[in-house]
């Protein structure tokens, strides 16, 4: 009899104990410590460049509206040589063996060579055109106002679209407050901006009846692995940027800014509110979509770590 009593109230004890772990576990899930915390250890995740791949993204901060050649192309050389021309510079091509050197590139060349004695030609032209391109870059940031440690675009990934009460496609909450950041953050630093994800034509339009107009679109991505690779081949094809300002929401941020940097691309994180604001500390409903984001991303930047993502494509 003593034994059947103690073998309940152990398991009455027992009981009583999950019941109490459940609920602080819920509490603490209502309340906002619970996003702050996973917040905090996400922005621990560490933010690497990827050098290799920044290589495609050394611009000199103009970004251009119309596709740009690969560097160091034939089109791209040609592209070159006319934009020389018409300022009035001469364009000094990398040396190639069977490659006719005219008598400018070959004077220039020799008067370098006595200067340095030991130097070859070919390598006296190469240093000509290093010399070329980083008068060039510096004349394009000093007239832009930019240096290699600016931003050169800001870009804004889509949150999800949603309908209004006429049942016309439109942005949601989510996307809505990330465009509105958008236009504080472009009167506070004129840069152009990027719209990233099957979302941008409907952020454009908004953007639009913001009196604010987006010079680069991609609206191919489903993902944020799609947004940040196809977002970085984009602005390769417009002349490179190695640093943006990426838009977002906190929870979603480190993610997002780990992925560009896995495309050689360097983000200034600019934080862009939920639709609800968290409590200071007491327990409640609104803070439930705050644990669902942090939540979420937690388990998708273990995902990314650990597995990658599986259902990113490589191109558009």
Request: hydrophobic letters at 40%; one cysteine or more; charged letters at 20%.
């Amino acid at each position: 009899m003593a034994q059947s009593l103690s073998w309940q109230r152990n398991l009455i004890t027992r009981l009583f104990a999950l019941v109490l772990i459940v609920v602080m576990i819920v509490l603490f899930v209502f309340s906002p410590f619970y996003s702050r915390a996973i917040l905090w250890g996400l922005n621990k995740v560490p933010v690497t460049v990827n050098q290799v791949a920044a290589e495609s993204q050394r611009g000199d901060g103009n970004i251009e509206k119309d596709d740009q050649y690969e560097p160091g192309s034939p089109e791209w050389v040609e592209q070159q040589a006319i934009k020389n021309l018409k300022t009035g510079q001469i364009l000094l091509n990398e040396p190639q063996q069977d490659q006719e050197i005219s008598a400018l590139q070959q004077e220039l060349a020799q008067e370098l060579t006595k200067e340095n004695h030991g130097l070859s030609m070919a390598e006296a032209l190469a240093q000509l055109q290093d010399d070329y391109q980083q008068q060039n870059a510096q004349l394009n940031r000093e007239k832009t106002g930019l240096d290699q440690d600016s931003a050169h675009v800001i870009v804004v990934l889509g949150g999800g679209l949603g309908r209004d009460s006429a049942r016309n496609i439109v942005v949601n909450a989510y996307t809505k407050m990330r465009l509105e950041r958008a236009v504080e953050q472009k009167k506070h630093n004129p840069l152009p901006i990027l719209l990233s994800g099957v979302e941008a034509p409907y952020m454009q339009k908004w953007l639009k009846q913001h009196g604010v107009d987006a010079l680069l679109l991609e609206d191919r991505s489903m993902n944020t692995c799609e947004n940040t690779r196809f977002s970085s081949l984009l602005l390769q094809k417009k002349g490179g940027a190695p640093k943006v300002e990426l838009i977002t929401d906190a929870y979603h941020m480190p993610r997002a800014r780990r992925l560009f940097a896995i495309n050689g691309i360097d983000t200034v994180p600019v934080d862009a509110p939920l639709p609800i604001a968290p409590t200071e500390w007491q327990p409640s409903k609104t803070n439930l979509m705050h644990s669902r984001r942090a939540t979420y991303e937690a388990i998708a930047t273990m995902r990314d770590i650990w597995f990658g993502e599986t259902n990113c494509r490589e191109v558009p």
